[in-house]
């Protein structure tokens, strides 16, 4: 499925991590597992940052989302979207994302609610954010992040517990009728759900060389059909950003698709697999990279947990891109 907003601009990113750094080397002597010793060095995952015990998820959101605010100087009151992306609410019921919408102090006259996606949600929330306010008016923000507690107490880990990092991002979405707007394809396979899903009881179960397959596949496949689509060669496009998955699938993809690395952004060195927070992360850790346009185009793609996948192409202004905070 491909498609366009238009009249839709994205004014910020902002992102939020934990001060807390799990270094995955200190742990690697301790796996015995040849196997999956090699396996954790191939991912490239040097370290994650972690929540605290007493931190939760809806406070890094909240300093996120409140900065965001701040920022662009809105008013609150015009804010009529709030979406949170996330696999981790804090509750069962109601939407974390009216915890956040209680904490920012932002009206009644809000949609505030979350949406269970992961590491194709920053994608499907930009969609799901301008679709809206296309209707209701106002601005809209996009909050992505799930709570990431796992530090291991002892040196017998698995490769998995080495992957996932804990990040929050929040973009702010508003109409603007002189914006290009957003080009995206999405796509969904629910057939393959078993591939990669969590458990109730919050266990990752992942076929690891099936998934690997798939990014190496299915995902190539929409980046080049993205590009056909809307007549888009390598050199309208400044960055690409894919999920952060790990350095095997992001370096296998650019390598399939012809795309120079040097035109690649990455993170999952410093911060891990972030899920759906990745992407923006991945933006707002290379800001040093920006300030040499005015604007940027940057072309998205995120997949995984579904299985889903997807494209975008934005363009934003390089002001609109604020550093990393760690809280």
Same mark, same amino acid.
């Given at each position: 499925?491909?498609? #366009?907003?238009?009249?839709?601009?994205?004014?910020?990113?902002?992102?939020?991590?934990?001060?807390?750094?799990?270094?995955?080397?200190?742990? =690697?002597?301790?796996?015995?597992? #040849?196997?999956?010793?090699?396996?954790?060095?191939? *991912?490239?995952?040097?370290?994650?940052?972690?929540?605290?015990?007493?931190? +939760?998820?809806?406070?890094?959101?909240?300093?996120?989302?409140?900065?965001?605010?701040?920022?662009?100087?809105?008013?609150?009151?015009?804010?009529?979207?709030?979406?949170?992306?996330?696999?981790?609410?804090?509750?069962?019921?109601?939407? +974390?994302?009216?915890?956040?919408?209680?904490?920012?102090? =932002?009206?009644?006259?809000?949609?505030?609610?979350?949406?269970?996606?992961?590491?194709?949600?920053?994608?499907?929330?930009?969609?799901?954010?301008?679709?809206?306010?296309?209707?209701?008016?106002?601005?809209?923000?996009?909050?992505?992040?799930?709570?990431?507690?796992?530090?291991?107490?002892?040196?017998?880990?698995?490769?998995?517990?080495?992957?996932?990092?804990?990040?929050?991002?929040? *973009?702010?979405?508003?109409?603007?009728?002189?914006?290009?707007?957003?080009?995206?394809?999405?796509? +969904?396979?629910?057939? #393959?759900?078993?591939?990669?899903?969590? *458990?109730?009881?919050?266990?990752?179960?992942?076929?690891?060389?099936?998934?690997?397959?798939?990014?190496?596949?299915?995902?190539?496949?929409?980046?080049?059909?993205?590009?056909?689509?809307?007549?888009?060669?390598?050199?309208?496009?400044?960055?690409?950003?894919?999920?952060?998955?790990?350095?095997?699938?992001?370096?296998?993809?650019?390598?399939?698709?012809?795309?120079?690395?040097?035109?690649?952004?990455?993170?999952?060195?410093?911060?891990?697999?972030?899920?759906?927070?990745?992407?923006?992360?991945?933006?707002?850790?290379?800001?040093?990279?920006?300030? #040499?346009?005015?604007? =940027? +185009?940057?072309?998205?793609?995120?997949?995984?947990?579904?299985?889903?996948?997807?494209?975008?192409?934005?363009?934003?202004?390089?002001?609109?891109?604020?550093?990393?905070?760690? =809280?």
């Amino acid at each position: 499925m491909f498609g #366009r907003y238009e009249g839709i601009k994205i004014s910020g990113i902002e992102s939020v991590v934990p001060k807390m750094i799990f270094d995955n080397y200190d742990y =690697i002597e301790g796996i015995e597992d #040849r196997k999956t010793k090699k396996q954790v060095k191939l *991912t490239g995952i040097r370290q994650r940052h972690v929540l605290e015990e007493k931190q +939760t998820i809806s406070q890094l959101a909240t300093v996120a989302a409140n900065n965001i605010i701040n920022n662009l100087l809105w008013d609150r009151n015009d804010i009529r979207v709030l979406v949170f992306v996330t696999q981790t609410p804090e509750l069962s019921a109601p939407s +974390t994302a009216m915890i956040i919408q209680k904490e920012l102090k =932002i009206g009644t006259d809000c949609f505030a609610f979350d949406v269970n996606l992961g590491c194709a949600g920053y994608i499907s929330g930009l969609e799901i954010v301008g679709s809206l306010i296309k209707n209701t008016g106002g601005k809209g923000l996009l909050i992505t992040g799930d709570a990431i507690w796992d530090i291991p107490k002892d040196k017998e880990v698995g490769k998995d517990a080495l992957l996932f990092g804990c990040g929050v991002t929040a *973009t702010a979405i508003e109409i603007d009728k002189a914006s290009e707007g957003i080009r995206y394809s999405q796509f +969904t396979d629910g057939s #393959r759900y078993d591939l990669l899903y969590i *458990t109730k009881g919050g266990k990752t179960v992942m076929d690891g060389n099936a998934v690997l397959l798939f990014s190496m596949n299915d995902v190539c496949d929409a980046i080049k059909e993205t590009m056909s689509k809307f007549e888009i060669e390598d050199s309208d496009i400044d960055y690409y950003v894919f999920h952060q998955s790990q350095k095997m699938s992001v370096e296998g993809i650019a390598y399939e698709c012809k795309i120079p690395m040097d035109k690649v952004l990455i993170s999952y060195e410093e911060y891990g697999n972030t899920s759906s927070s990745s992407i923006p992360i991945s933006i707002c850790s290379n800001i040093s990279e920006f300030s #040499r346009k005015k604007s =940027i +185009t940057l072309f998205l793609c995120g997949f995984g947990i579904g299985l889903s996948w997807n494209t975008a192409i934005i363009k934003i202004s390089s002001d609109a891109v604020f550093p990393i905070e760690s =809280i």
